[in-house]
C-alpha cells in the first residue's frame, strides 16, 4: 500500500499554513510523539525554537551526511527548511543548500525561516521528489528526513536521487522502515494522526531499490521505534565513482604521504602524528600488496598497504594492513575498493589473516571494516597517549574463507 500524494500534499500544505500563522504545525499530537519525532533529534542545533518546532521528521540527516565546505546538497521534502538552514551553515558560502519540497505553503514558510535567519546560500523550490527539477550529476550530497516513506512511487525517487547525485556523490538520510512482519492490513492502518505510513520498506526492501537504482557501498541501520512495528532509520549510500584502483609504486609517492598525513591530521586514524619519509613508508610495507585508488585525473585519493606481523614461519599467513583515504573523499566507496583489492592480492598469495586496530571513536572506519568482512575481537585498554588523552584500540581481523581453512 502506498500513500495517496494529494491527501499527504494536504496535510503538510494545512500544516504549514498552520506554523505561518503563528500556531505551530499540528501534527505531532499523539502520546509520545515529541521523544520519537520532530525537534528532540536536533538537540543542541543553535536554531531558533520557531524553525525546529516546524520539524517533521523522524531523525537528524545532518547527523548522518558528513558535508564540507563548498559542496552542493539537496533536501528532499524539505519541509520548513530547518535541515537545509543547518546544511547552509556547514556547506558555507562557497556552498549551495537547495530544499526540495512539493508545496507552495512549505517553501514560502522555508523561506521565511532562511530571510530571517539571514541564510544566503539556501534556496527552496517547488517539486516532486520522484521528478527533481535539477540537472544530472549537479548535487555532491542528498538528504531527507522521513519524507520517501511517503512516496507513492519509490524507484523512481531513488532513480531521481542516483541521476542528480555527482559520481561519487552520496546520500544519506533518515526515514520510517517497517518490520518484515507487517501485514497489509497493518500498513492499511497506518494512515493516522503522526503520519501516513502505510508505505513503509522493509530494510530488505529499501536496500534492493538502491541498488537497483545503480547506488553502492548501502548501509542501513534502524535507530529508535517510531510505532508498532516501524522504526526509524539511517540509510547511506553513494554513486559509484569512476575510480581506478592500481598498484602503488614510486611515482604515488608524494600523493600518498599526503593522504597519510590527512589522515593523520583528523586525530582519529593513528598514534602517529607525522607521515613518514617515503623510504621509511616503503621499507615497513611488503611490495606486492599495495594499492592506490585514482580518479580519472589520476589523483590519489586513497591507499592500502600490509605489514609483516612477524618474521617466524607460523605468521608467514598474517598481515597488519593500512587504509587511508582523503577526508574529502570519505563516503564515496573509494575505502571499500582499497579493501577489495587488498583482500583479493593477499589471498592469491596465500595469506589468511588480515588485522588492525582501530580508535573506538573512529566509527566510519569500523562500518567500513565491518562491511568488509571484518570482525572485532576485543578492546585493548587505554594502550598509549595521544594529543594529551589515554586511548584505546579496537582489534579487528579478517580471516580468509578461501585460504587456511
Avoid at 319 to 331: A, D, M, T
Wanted: charged share 20%; glycine share 12%.
Amino acid at each position: 500500500m502506498n500513500p495517496d500524494r494529494d491527501a499527504v500534499g494536504d496535510r503538510y500544505a494545512t500544516a504549514a499554513r498552520r506554523a505561518l500563522a503563528g500556531e505551530g504545525t499540528g501534527l505531532l499530537t499523539g502520546a509520545g510523539d515529541a521523544d520519537r519525532l520532530g525537534a528532540v533529534h536536533y538537540a543542541g542545533e543553535d536554531m531558533p525554537a520557531a524553525v525546529t518546532a516546524t520539524s517533521l521528521g523522524c531523525g537528524n540527516p545532518l547527523a548522518v551526511a558528513d558535508l564540507h565546505p563548498g559542496e552542493t546538497v539537496l533536501d528532499l521534502g524539505s519541509g520548513g527548511g530547518l535541515d537545509i538552514l543547518l546544511s547552509a551553515r556547514r556547506v558555507g558560502p562557497a556552498g549551495r543548500a537547495i530544499g526540495l519540497d512539493m508545496t507552495d505553503e512549505m517553501v514560502t514558510l522555508a523561506r521565511r525561516h532562511a530571510e530571517r535567519a539571514g541564510v544566503t546560500n539556501a534556496e527552496f523550490v517547488k517539486g516532486a521528489i520522484e521528478q527533481i527539477p535539477l540537472p544530472d550529476a549537479s548535487v555532491d550530497v542528498v538528504i531527507s528526513n522521513c519524507v520517501i516513506a511517503l512516496s507513492p512511487d519509490k524507484p523512481a525517487v531513488f532513480a531521481e536521487i542516483a541521476r542528480v547525485l555527482r559520481p561519487g556523490g552520496r546520500l544519506g538520510i533518515t526515514d520510517i522502515l517497517a518490520d518484515d512482519t507487517v501485514t497489509d492490513a497493518e500498513r492499511a492502518a497506518r494512515a493516522d494522526a503522526v503520519e501516513c505510513l502505510g508505505g513503509a520498506l522493509t530494510a530488505e526492501a529499501y536496500r534492493a531499490l538502491l541498488r537497483e537504482a545503480g547506488l553502492g557501498g548501502i548501509d542501513v541501520r534502524v535507530t529508535h521505534e517510531v510505532g508498532d512495528k516501524l522504526h526509524s532509520a539511517i540509510i547511506r549510500a553513494v554513486r559509484p565513482m569512476p575510480i581506478s584502483i592500481v598498484a602503488l609504486t614510486a611515482e604515488h609517492a608524494g600523493q600518498v604521504l599526503a593522504v597519510y598525513q590527512a589522515g593523520l591530521d583528523t586525530g582519529d586514524a593513528s598514534f602517529e602524528t607525522t607521515a613518514p619519509s617515503w623510504a621509511t613508508w616503503d621499507a615497513a610495507h611488503l611490495p606486492e600488496h599495495r594499492w592506490v585508488a585514482l580518479d580519472p585525473a589520476g589523483t590519489v585519493l586513497g591507499w592500502t598497504a600490509v605489514s609483516a606481523v612477524s618474521a617466524r614461519c607460523v605468521y608467514a599467513g598474517v598481515v597488519e594492513h593500512s587504509v587511508y583515504v582523503h577526508p574529502r573523499e570519505h563516503g564515496r566507496g573509494v575505502g571499500h575498493a582499497l579493501l577489495r583489492a587488498l583482500i583479493d592480492s593477499t589471498e592469491q598469495a596465500g595469506i589468511w589473516t588480515i588485522h588492525s586496530g582501530i580508535f573506538p571513536e573512529n566509527t566510519a572506519s569500523r562500518a567500513l571494516h565491518r562491511r568488509a568482512g571484518f570482525r572485532e575481537i576485543g578492546t585493548r585498554e587505554r594502550v598509549g597517549c595521544h594529543h594529551g588523552r589515554w586511548r584505546d584500540v579496537v582489534m579487528i581481523e579478517r580471516r580468509s574463507t578461501a585460504v587456511g581453512r
